[in-house]
């Protein structure tokens, strides 16, 4: 079996690889998805040098962070659907949310974040392929959206997030991917003065395409942790 010091390098590398084909001069961040994987798998990604991981299941997530409460700088991202009777222990716990759909979800997690913590980074969901089995915003609601989501005080809109539908293509993938980043463009726009510089997307198998169109974070499970 390949060990995880073994998949992260070439993880990275395939960063790298579509980095330069890309042009992208910018830093492309590696978020490693690690959910229903041990907290001793975890331990040993950030041994390697690996800081920021992602995870999809409240109270799975909230159990890894105690355990590894020791490693000194990790930085956890929560990334899966959220209940909104869920809300506080991902506010406690986590420094990253990607996945908020629903306004509501936001406000809560602006009460909800502890007083001592730095506010909290989220990023809007977007349904950019209007699946009716995700969740997350339209792209015409998120203009409208932000404008409330960067009222609440405890909460910092970073940006964008989505999983688009699977293509067969790279050409394929691009488009939705493509759309994205025109729509963070737009919000950059609108609110100059906001630190708008995420765009959440790309996984093990559509990264480079993400990559070509802009992604600054790609999260990647598999490739990485192994199969689930
Ligand atoms: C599981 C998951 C990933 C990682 O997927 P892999 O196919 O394992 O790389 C990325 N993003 C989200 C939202 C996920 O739920």
């Given at each position: ?29 590696l978020l ?93 969901q977007v ?102």
């Amino acid at each position: 079996m390949t060990s995880i010091e073994t998949r992260l390098q070439q993880t990275r590398d395939s960063i790298n690889e579509a980095r330069e084909r890309f042009g992208r001069t910018d830093a492309v961040q590696l978020l490693a998805v690690s959910k229903t994987k041990p907290a001793e798998q975890v331990r040993e990604a950030y041994q390697y040098g690996q800081r920021a991981f992602g995870e999809n299941y409240v109270q799975e997530g909230v159990d890894k962070v105690k355990t590894l409460a020791d490693l000194e700088g990790i930085e956890w991202h929560f990334i899966g659907p959220i209940q909104s009777n869920k809300t506080r222990p991902v506010a406690e716990s986590f420094d990253w949310v990607h996945s908020v759909d629903r306004l509501k979800i936001a406000s809560r997690l602006s009460e909800q974040r502890p007083a001592d913590l730095p506010p909290l980074n989220i990023c809007l969901q977007v349904n950019i392929d209007n699946e009716a089995s995700k969740s997350g915003f339209t792209p015409e609601q998120v203009l409208e959206v932000a404008e409330q989501v960067i009222a609440l005080p405890n909460i910092v809109l970073r940006g964008l997030m989505a999983i688009p539908a699977p293509s067969e293509t790279e050409e394929e993938q691009r488009k939705p991917l493509r759309a994205m980043s025109e729509l963070l463009h737009e919000l950059q726009k609108r609110f100059p003065e906001l630190p708008l510089d995420t765009l959440s997307m790309g996984m093990s198998d559509d990264m480079a395409a993400a990559i070509a169109e802009g992604a600054t974070i790609v999260r990647v499970g598999t490739a990485i942790f192994g199969a689930r």
